[in-house]
């Protein structure tokens, strides 16, 4: 269901563009005004641009129109912005670029970290870049399935980070905590994220080793910054083979207000597209969303955001136990999801900012796996502050505090659970430039956890040192905490913070084309939650035995990308090696690979834009070896754990075209997924008396979806 469900996402906010062609040209100086030969300038999230000649000049013709974002870049130099309002014609735009004096001249700590931001020179995943994917088709953690560390999965939901599983991985937005990012777990069903890639600005990837402003996350946090005022006002329209949907965003001068909502009903899809699971009522969901922005300054920035999503189906899996195959088991899903924030930012003069935010979210899910019948609801009231502070040039130090309130319920037909968890923390944290080649971040994060009764101290430590021009080395230490799982809490005694050590040690080159990275990592387990039997279904109750487990997780990863080599054509290549092992099995001793980790993975992004066609065409190739499965029939010391499935591999293809429909710009998108017809086995079910298995693959031999994207924008800016 990743690759259909919820896609008006995919081009939501593309700029407004027809077919009237505007030719822009220019010049690139520096501070003293001497041409800067080799500069870029380009149309923000566009393939439209040109490089500065040996005078300085440039030249190059587009066909977008209305407000738009030139942007001029070249190593060595602080990029510059300038917004145009395009409708045809000639427009000349000069630009005088200014040393970088901390960015490329100066070493930044980036051990364990991708960045995705329009302002950082470590770009990786842009919001265009996620979206165009292929194996993505629009979902942000699909895309970072596609960086090294991460690990593909088909069958479940969540990023599975360097032998990490997937509740160690966190999502923030605005640095606020997102209980439930995805949509919610249905049996050997993967779910997409709940949000579109559009929404943010700036999207941080750490895989460890991360800064001690975050916690509750022992492998990974995705830090996701949000848009601030949209550049006008705007409109769009969303159809597809899975729904529609559409929205309007209004824009006056300081002020922003938008909405959107979609429908998606798959019966008609699965009509067409034959499923390897038996539906009785194939997904459907509404969501709707409204997003307020208001400039309260010159610096200031109020944002609110709230997000309402409704999901339902329903499906038969077959009764492994009944030897005559006759018999089914059913499974309903119905879920109700609210997300909601508020955030304050503020630059209180040049050297102090402030940071608040608050927020409220709740996920109730009615689970109907026959014959039961449960109900699981979870609330999380969090508020956090923060003020940095620059010192000298560079050097900057930040303090914080946030506390979490979480009550939740689990009710089990006639049986009803109900708990709270009170959760706090505080945070001090100091980047300290000893020289332009040679910076360190130290930070001390304390924090409490009423179920656990129990507090902890978490160091943290980045060392970065500039080699050259384009290369640096850089290391991260730290220990990362955090609390188990809630249904855990409730039904054992537990008394100790889940705990991971990391040691990093990173080296990476970086220009304005290419980048390369390798990087090797050791992590450390310790307090690992024990059970009596491996866990294969997110609603099946386990009873946790103690937190004795414990385990490591070292490996090396490997990154190349290269926009520069072949024209119009943006490709990267990850490849991941993990050797993971942990004892989260009470009645083993032995550390055991899991379930969810490949020793080897690689991943290969390909996309070529052809301007005259006005067309984009990509694939992505995925592949990851066998993992580890349960098989009951072995359960010795000696084999437990010991089969593996085939080699995972996927070939995704995706396409898109330019047009428009009534003068407004419009995306026609194809994606296929699996297009060569990989037969992937991700693991298997056995019967109680272990004598018959079913293979859990794909939910269909492959996906393919059509969408047609109208984009329908004018300029009410000064309205």
């Given amino acids: 269901m990743r690759p259909i469900l919820n896609l008006f996402s995919l081009l939501i906010l593309f700029p407004v563009i027809s077919f009237c062609q505007t030719t822009i040209s220019g010049r690139i100086t520096d501070a003293k005004n001497q041409p800067v030969a080799g500069a870029n300038v380009t149309i923000k999230d566009s393939y439209d641009g040109a490089s500065a000649d040996a005078n300085g000049a440039y030249k190059f013709s587009t066909s977008d129109e209305g407000d738009v974002i030139i942007v001029a870049s070249m190593v060595g130099f602080t990029s510059a912005e300038k917004r145009l309002h395009l409708s045809g014609g000639e427009v000349v735009v000069n630009f005088n670029l200014k040393e970088a004096s901390n960015e490329l001249n100066t070493v930044t700590i980036t051990a364990g970290v991708f960045e995705a931001s329009d302002e950082k020179k470590m770009v990786i995943l842009s919001p265009l870049d996620i979206v165009t994917t292929a194996s993505a088709v629009g979902d942000i953690y699909g895309a970072l399935q596609t960086l090294p560390g991460a690990q593909p999965t088909q069958e479940q939901e969540g990023l599975f980070v360097r032998g990490g599983d997937a509740s160690e991985a966190k999502t923030l937005i605005d640095g606020m905590l997102v209980a439930n990012p995805y949509f919610s777990s249905v049996p050997d069903v993967p779910q997409r994220g709940r949000f579109s890639p559009f929404l943010f600005k700036g999207t941080n990837f750490s895989t460890g080793g991360y800064s001690a402003q975050y916690g509750q996350a022992m492998s990974s946090v995705l830090v996701l910054e949000s848009e601030d005022l949209p550049p006008r006002s705007m409109g769009n329209i969303a159809l597809m083979t899975v729904g529609g949907g559409g929205g309007y965003t209004k824009r006056w001068e300081n002020t922003s207000l ?69 018999s089914k088991m059913h499974f309903g899903l119905n879920n109700y999801n609210i997300f909601s924030m508020l955030s304050y930012k503020e630059v209180l003069d040049k050297k102090w900012t402030l940071n608040l935010a608050g927020s ?70 100091g980047d300290a430039y000893i020289t332009r080649k040679l910076v360190a971040r130290a930070g001390l994060r304390v924090e409490n956890s009423y179920l656990l009764r129990a507090s902890n101290i978490a160091p943290r430590l980045s060392v970065a040192y500039k080699l050259g021009k384009y290369d640096q080395l850089n290391f991260a230490y ?46 450390l387990y310790q307090n690992l939650v024990r059970t009596s039997n491996p866990v294969s279904n997110p609603y099946q109750p386990v009873l946790a035995e103690d937190s004795k487990g414990k385990g490591y997780a070292r490996g090396v990863d490997v990154f190349w990308r290269d926009k ?31 379930t969810f980790t490949s020793n080897h993975i690689v991943n290969v992004v390909w996309k070529r ?72 086995v991700f693991t298997y079910n056995y019967s109680s008396d272990g004598l018959r298995r079913n293979a859990i693959g794909p939910t269909s031999k492959r996906t393919i979806f059509l969408g047609v994207f109208i984009n329908i924008g004018r300029d009410d800016d000064t309205e």
């Fill in 564 to 594: 520069k080599t072949l024209k119009y054509t943006d490709y990267w290549i990850s490849y991941s090696y993990i050797d993971a092992k942990r004892s989260t099995l009470y009645y083993y001793s032995e550390e055991l690979q899991p």
């Fill in 360 to 429: 409220y979210s709740k996920d109730l899910s009615r689970v109907r796996p026959s014959p039961q019948s449960l109900v699981f609801s979870n609330q999380l009231w969090q508020a956090r502050g923060s003020v940095s502070h620059t010192l000298g040039e560079l050097s900057v130090i930040r303090a914080g505090a946030e506390v979490q309130y979480n009550p939740f319920s689990n009710l089990y037909n006639n049986y009803r659970i109900d708990s709270t968890e009170l959760y706090s923390a505080v945070f001090l944290e």
């Fill in 609 to 680: 834009w052809f301007p005259k066609l006005r067309s984009s065409f990509g694939f992505t190739y995925a592949y990851a070896s066998g993992r580890p499965y349960f098989n009951p029939n072995k359960v010795d010391e000696s084999n437990i754990l010991s089969d593996r499935t085939r080699d995972y591999h996927n070939l995704s293809i995706t396409a898109n075209y330019l047009t428009t429909i009534y003068k407004y710009f419009t995306v026609v998108s194809l994606t296929v997924g699996n297009v060569a017809g990989f037969d992937n």
């Fill in 478 to 523: 730290g220990d990362f905490y955090q609390t188990p799982d809630r249904n855990y809490l409730i039904q054992t005694n537990l008394d100790h913070f889940e705990k991971a050590t990391h040691y990093i040690l990173n080296y990476q080159y970086v220009d304005e084309k290419r980048t390369f990275r390798i990087e090797g990592y050791y992590k």
């Fill in 258 to 326: 938008g909405a959107n909502a979609t429908y998606i009903n798959l019966t008609p899809y699965f009509a067409m597209n034959k499923q390897n699971r038996d539906w009785d009522a194939p997904p459907q969901s509404f969501s709707g969303s409204l997003v307020f922005r208001q400039k309260t300054s010159e610096t200031g920035m109020l944002k609110a955001f709230m997000n309402y999503q409704y999901s339902d189906l329903s499906l038969n899996y077959p009764n492994i136990d009944d030897v005559t195959n006759n």
